[in-house]
């Protein structure tokens, strides 16, 4: 089947791409969207997402530089108040410090005060660096600060231990966004608080709670910003003191991370629960936990006890303590392993989802509709293997909902497209084939078309010929007009087509008033020759109802004649115009029987071939005419006439010897 012509080529291809047009528009107003605003909606989806592509990347391959000291529940089976946990942690503090652990820090909320807090203090004062939690509560409408909670109301010793653990140094550049306000601050014990630096251990969570991001300061006083624990943790790790760029990024030594859109830092987790090593408190006071369990390491003391409900759902399913959380997230900025998700990866996620839906609107102008599905979905797998290689190797969190929103957008109005094309192709192909139909005989069109001549192939094979012409058309077309003559022979052919279809003949050569039409294409079969014996009875019959009009003038009589023998079948022609036909002696006899039929004054002939090959009930009426020798053979032929019908005068045998006709 051929394609459109250029012109009409071109039309259609302008007319896709005014079509397209809109949906690139609404493919890059998503992405403005997911970008500047979002949605609970599509967040959600794009979190499902971000939980995919984790699982799809597995756990890091070199399990973090960070232990956690696990206060579980054996740890509080034994020390069953807060009193006595201080007192534990002023024991395990110096032991964890002595193996020289890159950074130190309590995942504890140390907030009301106990007889053990000076010892607990003193353990502290003695191992510098080590960072106490300090947690935000969420602000209330008309609540004041320091109101909310114990712990919660300024006191000097908090103000200047929240000052001494401020970001050191601190830059807003003119289109900063203002610094967030929280609620109250929980805070450690004053004695707690004079002893160490503070950092916060607040989270970012989805409606999931899964967290999601790290908010990397709280305000502090005089506006001087308090870290988050994994950054001040990984800060310590390097030995470089932090810098803040509000709204744009953090350093600390070689790291540059920069900030989402609300000024936080997107969460690596290294791999579900238990890919930190933990090692519970119990065995740091026992002295079981070797030193080589801390060193060079960050440590982080955290419950991991059910019963205290500081657990998060995990991305890669199921719950996580948060200090493995918080630790996991100070071992990836320590070690450089950063996701990014800011202004840029907005930028190359809005570029990605236009060309992935240009590529799928091509795909959809692609030749054939296998083509366009494989185009298809090599367009949408290569978006989202690209999708996966940017996070899993280079940490940049490309928004994966507007990929998927562009290929439903263009993958939808591409299949729609291939319907409409494929509904087009399909009237025009029905069409050419009407069309070819009413050229070549119906039991081989379909044939033809699928395949073309080499799928007919040519084949010597049995078959039963009939021959049909009209008595005495010529010499009364010589009196008619053009048009007289073109509208009988439309009758007459009309006759031919219905009797021979409706036996399963083929007409492979039209002959002005006459015919020939083959039994046994486009395979034989056992009854072809019964059929052609039918149909030419039925032919006879039949031609007297061709009566009236200017032509004929008198009642039309056919003459046929049948043969059963081997032939050639085969497309023959030349290499733009062929036809099917039939060849060999078996043809060329039964035409020759016309002349029989005419000599001996009868309208239906066959030979003795063609009666055998029918069969006793085929043949029934079917009577000896005359032994002919045809010319141009030497063997002579057993002619046999046709049964008596209503109408006709019969004729007696030949009674004369052999003709040559």
Do not use: C
Not at 192 to 216: E, F, I, K, S, Y
Not at 477 to 494: C, D, K, V, W, Y
Not at 498 to 527: C, K, N
Request: glycine share 10%.
């Amino acid at each position: 089947m051929s394609g459109p012509t250029a012109p009409e080529g071109g039309r259609r291809g302008r007319a896709w791409l005014v079509a397209a047009a809109p949906i690139l528009a609404a493919v890059l107003l998503f992405a403005l969207w997911r970008a500047l605003i979002a949605d609970p909606v599509t967040d959600a989806t794009e979190h499902g997402l971000t939980d995919l592509r984790f699982r799809l990347r597995g756990a890091w391959e070199t399990p973090p530089a960070a232990v956690v000291v696990a206060v579980d529940e054996a740890a509080l089976a034994v020390h069953e108040t807060p009193a006595a946990l201080r007192a534990a942690l002023a024991r395990a503090v110096p032991a964890i410090a002595a193996a020289r652990p890159t950074a130190l820090g309590l995942d504890l909320l140390l907030v009301a005060r106990t007889p053990a807090d000076a010892a607990l203090a003193g353990a502290l004062a003695k191992a510098p660096g080590v960072r106490l939690a300090v947690a935000a509560l969420p602000r209330r409408e008309g609540a004041a600060d320091g109101a909310a909670a114990p712990g919660a109301a300024p006191t000097p010793d908090r103000s200047a231990a929240l000052a001494r653990s401020a970001v050191p140094r601190v830059t807003a550049p003119p289109d900063a966004p203002p610094a967030a306000s929280t609620g109250p601050l929980l805070m450690p014990a004053p004695p707690l608080a004079r002893a160490a630096r503070l950092a916060h251990v607040n989270l970012r969570l989805d409606r999931a709670g899964v967290p999601r991001a790290l908010p990397v300061t709280l305000p502090g006083p005089e506006g001087r910003p308090l870290p988050a624990m994994p950054l001040a943790l990984a800060a310590e790790a390097l030995g470089a003191p932090l810098a803040l760029i509000r709204g744009e990024a953090v350093r600390f030594g070689p790291r540059r991370l920069a900030l989402d859109a609300a000024g936080d830092l997107t969460l690596d987790h290294p791999g579900p629960a238990g890919t930190v090593r933990a090692v519970p408190l119990g065995a740091v006071l026992s002295g079981a936990a070797p030193p080589e369990a801390f060193a060079g390491r960050i440590v982080l003391v955290g419950a991991t006890a059910g019963s205290l409900a500081d657990t998060f759902v995990s991305p890669w399913g199921g719950e996580v303590a948060g200090v493995e959380v918080l630790v996991g997230a100070a071992a990836a900025l320590a070690e450089g392993r950063v996701l990014r998700r800011d202004a840029a990866t907005a930028a190359i996620s809005a570029g990605l989802a236009l060309a992935l839906a240009a590529a799928l609107l091509g795909a959809a102008a692609a030749p054939g509709n296998a083509a366009a599905l494989a185009a298809g979905t090599v367009s949408a797998a290569a978006a989202a293997a690209l999708v996966q290689a940017a996070f899993a190797r280079h940490g940049l969190v490309l928004d994966a909902t507007t990929a998927a929103f562009a290929a439903l957008l263009a993958g939808g109005a591409g299949a729609e497209r291939r319907y409409r094309l494929s509904r087009r192709e399909a009237r025009r192909s029905a069409r050419r084939e009407a069309n070819l139909v009413r050229f070549v005989a119906p039991a081989l069109a379909e044939r033809m078309a699928e395949a073309g001549p080499d799928g007919f192939g040519r084949r010597e094979q049995p078959a039963t010929l009939l021959f049909v012409d009209l008595v005495g058309f010529t010499s009364q077309a010589e009196t008619a007009q053009p048009g007289e003559t073109a509208e009988f022979l439309s009758r007459l052919h009309a006759l031919y087509e219905r009797e021979s279809a409706h036996r399963g003949g083929v007409i492979v050569d039209w002959q002005g008033d006459g015919a020939l039409i083959v039994f046994g294409l486009p395979q034989p079969a056992p009854d072809d020759a019964a059929r052609a014996l039918a149909t030419a009875v039925a032919l006879a019959d039949a031609a007297p109802a061709l009566a009236g009009g200017p032509l004929p003038k008198v009642a039309p009589r056919l003459r046929v004649s049948v043969h059963h023998g081997p032939v050639a079948a085969a497309v023959l022609g030349g290499r733009s115009q062929s036809v099917v036909t039939v060849a060999g002696d078996a043809v060329n006899l039964a035409s020759r029987l016309q002349d029989v039929a005419k000599a001996e004054g009868v309208d239906l002939v066959a030979t003795r071939e063609a009666l055998e090959a029918a069969g006793p009930e085929a043949a029934r009426g079917w009577r000896p005419l005359t032994r002919a020798s045809l010319r141009g053979r030497v063997a002579q032929a057993e002619v046999w006439r046709g049964p008596a019908r209503a109408g006709t005068t019969p004729t007696a045998p030949s009674t004369h010897g052999p003709d040559r006709i």
